[in-house]
């Protein structure tokens, strides 16, 4: 690689210019469609809503609160996705989670209740898991059932009724609190990155994810335990939903079966755009936060610009569409 | 050839799949640093042969020995521990990941806190292509966009990365064009200065006789003969794979 010596000038310009070349060749536009997105849809509204508050500190820093459960959300499905499989039924886990969790909680205390919220979305993600590597059916239709089975669960549970969330350390722990002088839910937000990013990229785990679904039969004769992978990833899924329901419980300091239902479009939309590929092999967490904020912003700025519930939902509807079709465009090159 | 032991023994191997009868009674010993190429038409019973070595099959009957130790190549992991490894005819690569990372698919190195170590991956990496004259742009290269023989030759470069012993190799230029085919066969060539026996299935006589020392010909499942390339030629190896000549032991 650097056989060049030291002293002669043209084959260090030869390796200086290959390094150069390697460099730019490993740079995979696809992944950085998400940031133009992003700057553009910033750009577009700072400039027509600049005056109706969008650019204000505070709006800004309610973006980033309100996106916080669906970014968590978006790291488990870069996994999942990562290794060839999907899972539609997260938005399902995170009622049942919050509704377990306050239930449990307003009887034996915030630990207990944090437990069971946790504890029930590993459950959850386990049986998707479980019949996904063992039975071996598609995870599309096991997470399609599974998604009508705990949404019918979590409407169950209470008979379709909200539960407060009364412990006020709970609340300021995964809502309302700051620590530091940030606010809880940007720990949270930084923290699920952080730790997502490193397994992902910098531990064997991460490496083995992507493998068994790049090429499922290559990773198993080359020792990986596929099924374990499978298993696994769907259990992170169901775990990181189990957190967005303590987010969301602790943010409106109540529980309901509604939590979580309008996360699955929005999630995958912003993973799919931040760069990680729908069938499996490829990936980014941070691409998969850029999304996120990107569809946080745009849902913010469509209510300030006062378009009625049914008109955002055709507009964001057909930005999704678009920016999912250059990003998938951009990849089939 | 005969002049060391062998590193691979196979004695009365036999393979059944119900009533089909794949391997009916096949014996080979391999020698370090030695080609020995396996012939004969499709479903002879070939891939099976080497799914057998490599662990993915267990023989109905007969031993497997390795420098002197009969094992039992109960799976893919237990083969692979004792130094064999398998180039598949269908590539074991993952596509969209870097060529360091396809090396060390399974086996990534990792530092004291469990994080994988890329540079000494990429290095390796970089060090073995080089010896093996693989020619890739870099080891950070994706391996969908390399050429049919450079991603041949990265699976054997990976395989020689790990294989103490014996290399199995499944029709390794069946999809390969005229000059990616000699690229391969120079790498397999230099296997031999590594000491590692190899087993190699090719459909191509010239490919044989250009590289093996010896030549296994199966036919419907049985060992028609083994032949020294020198002391033989096409001619007679077509016959013993068509049934125009009968088994030696006939
Ligand atoms: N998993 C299997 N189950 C049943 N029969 C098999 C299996 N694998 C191979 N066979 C049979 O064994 C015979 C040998 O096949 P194979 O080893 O693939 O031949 P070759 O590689 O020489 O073309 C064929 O008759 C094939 O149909
Ligand atoms: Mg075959």
């Known amino acids: 690689m650097s056989q060049s010596k030291p002293g002669n000038p043209t084959s260090a310009n030869a390796a200086a210019s290959r390094s150069l070349r390697q460099i730019v060749g490993r740079i995979n536009l696809q992944q950085y469609v998400v940031y133009f997105g992003f700057l ?84 959850a993600g386990a049986i998707n898991g479980t019949v996904v590597a063992f039975v071996r059916l598609p995870s599309f239709l096991v997470t399609l059932a599974t998604m009508g089975l705990f949404a019918g669960i979590a409407r169950s549970m209470t008979n379709l009724r909200s539960i407060p969330v009364l412990d006020g350390d709970f609340a300021g722990f995964f809502g309302s609190g700051s620590f530091l002088g940030i606010p809880s839910l940007i720990w949270w937000t930084v923290l699920a990155v952080a730790v997502g990013h490193f397994i992902y990229r910098e531990t064997r785990f991460g490496a083995h994810v992507l493998a068994t679904g790049d090429n499922p039969q290559a990773a198993s004769v080359s020792g990986i335990k596929v099924a374990r992978i499978r298993l696994y990833v769907l259990m992170l899924s169901g775990g990181l939903a189990g957190l967005a329901g303590l987010l969301y419980a602790g943010r409106l300091q109540a529980a309901k079966y509604t939590l979580g239902e309008s996360d699955l479009m929005t999630v ?37 610009m006062g378009l009625s519930v049914s008109d955002q939902m055709i507009v964001r509807g057909l930005i999704i569409l678009a920016a999912v079709a250059v990003s998938l465009r951009e990849k089939a090159r | 050839m005969s002049n060391t032991k062998p590193v691979l023994s196979l004695k009365d191997i036999q393979k059944h799949f119900g009533a089909v009868t794949a391997i009916e009674n096949f014996s080979l010993d391999i020698h370090p640093g030695e080609i020995v190429a396996l012939v004969g038409d499709n479903g002879a019973g070939k891939s099976t042969l080497i799914k057998i070595i490599s662990g993915v099959y267990a023989p109905s009957s007969g031993t497997i020995t390795i420098e002197d130790e009969t094992v039992s190549m109960a799976s893919a992991e237990i083969a692979r521990s004792h130094g064999i490894e398998v180039v598949y005819q269908d590539l074991a690569l993952a596509d969209q990941q870097s060529v360091y990372m396809n090396m060390f698919l399974g086996r990534e190195i990792t530092n004291k806190i469990g994080m994988l170590d890329r540079k000494t991956m990429i290095s390796e990496t970089q060090k073995l292509v080089d010896e093996l004259d693989v020619r890739i742009p870099s080891p950070h290269a994706t391996i969908r966009d390399l050429s049919g023989g450079q991603r041949q030759g990265v699976a054997i470069a990976r395989a020689t990365r790990w294989a103490k012993k014996v290399i199995l190799l499944d029709e390794p230029t069946a999809a390969l064009g005229v000059a990616e085919t000699a690229k391969v066969e120079e790498i397999v060539e230099s296997l031999k200065r590594r000491n590692i026996g190899v087993l190699i299935i090719s459909h191509s006589l010239d490919q044989v006789f250009r590289l093996a020392d010896r030549v296994c010909v199966l036919r419907r499942g049985q060992q028609i003969g083994i032949r020294e390339t020198a002391k033989t030629d096409k001619n007679e190896i077509i016959g013993m794979i068509t049934g125009l000549q009968q088994s030696d032991a006939a």
Do not use: K
């Open chain 1, 40 to 123: 553009a849809i910033f750009l577009f509204f700072a400039i027509t809503l600049g005056d109706n508050g969008f650019l204000s500190i505070r709006n800004l820093s309610n973006i980033v609160l309100q996106t916080a459960p669906a970014t968590i959300l978006a790291i488990g499905l870069v996994f999942v996705l990562s290794a060839g499989e999907i899972d539609l039924s997260f938005g399902s886990i995170v009622a049942v989670s919050a509704l377990a969790a306050a239930v449990v909680m307003n009887e034996y205390g915030m630990v207990a209740g944090i437990a069971a919220g946790m504890g029930a979305g590993l459950l």
């Open chain 1, 268 to 304: 995958i939309a912003a993973v799919i755009v931040g760069g990680t590929l729908l069938h499996g092999g490829r990936g980014t967490i941070i691409g998969a936060l850029i999304g996120s904020l990107m569809m946080g912003m745009l849902n913010n700025g469509l209510i300030l």
